[in-house]
């Protein structure tokens, strides 16, 4: 393996040496919460973050995270029809009062779900997707499983309190992130404020209106989502994620006493981020960072490549820098396809490691044909 330390310039990147930062002086109205960073994942805050508590309608990014899955599985369609239960329909508490045999397309369906928070919604496409709810929420749990969100156990889609049914802050921002990380153009509907639908049964149509139940979208700047719940038992609840200059933060809050506090505190978690921290991004992906030889190929050696762009979140005012470790395998055996494996590039300051990226090669490299071989003996021979 070679290994090359490559210091960069502190303009370009500049980390803080302390990776544990301090909390800040101030008191979260609330039983828990959290504020994360969303493409590294890197807590600023927590409160009890790890506490099980009842989540409400918070319930909902992990059933919307599994709509946007099967969308993306090509399993269900936007503009495909399902056919409401009576079970849906008879959910109650936040909901647009689909009735039996309703029909709608899962995309109005998803759009109920994410601006009005519609429990009938949530249960009609769990119903859609799982067969049956207790299906959906069995894949529910086996998400949360996978995504590390170990003190997680739902009960039911929608975020009714049930005994057992219950996450933690520090788990919601986990789901939160994966959400709004591998579907962000669920910020196409989060970020809309009043909007409606059809309701389409046998007595006729007839609209029915939508509103936002997140108010930070109408009164924090850079507000981009994400989820609102709220139940006697969870009290009030909010994953609130925003963005400015290109960073994006969630901010969770849970058992807060009020509507008003919820909201409130949600934004002041938001302000100490902004206002305390920022993003700095790695090279470019498809950055060149050098070559590795190839055996038996058409060619003798192929540029290798940054796979994946390394961000880091850091105090503002920092003035350390970063420096980053590349280690490249000597050779490949041809044929090689296109982002094969070479390498790691590793970002570090005073030697901790703060990411890393995989190096890959750039193109396919065909095996050596026999007129390839020629052609490279007469060049080492003659030229």
Known sequence: MKKILVPLICIFFAVHINFVDAQPNFNIDAKSALLMEASSGKILYEKNSHEKLPPASVTKVMTILLIYDAIDSGKIKPD?????SEHAANMGGSQIFLEPYEQQTVYDLLKAIVIASAND?????????????????????????KLGMSNTNFFNACGLDTDGHETSANDIAIMSRELINKHPQVFDLTKIWMDNITHKTRRGEKQFGLS???KLIKSYPGATGLKTGSTSKALFCISATAQRDGMNLIAVI?????PASRFGEAAKLLDYGFMNYKIMKGEPVGTIKGKVKIY??????VDIVIKNEVSAVIPKGSKNSIESEIKLIDAINAPVVKNTKAGEIIYLIDGKRIGSSELVTAEKINKATL?????????????
């Open 80 to 84: 495909d029809m399902v056919t409401v």
């Open 121 to 145: 919604a949530a249960v009609a496409m769990a119903e859609y997707i799982g067969g049956s709810e207790e299906n959906f929420v069995q894949l529910m749990n086996e998400r949360a499983k």
């Open 212 to 214: 936002n139940t997140n």
């Open 254 to 258: 849970m058992g807060a006493p009020n």
């Open 296 to 301: 038996k190929g058409e060619k003798d050696e």
């Open 371 to 383: 007129k390839n071989i020629i052609n490279k003996l007469i060049k080492k021979w003659f030229l």
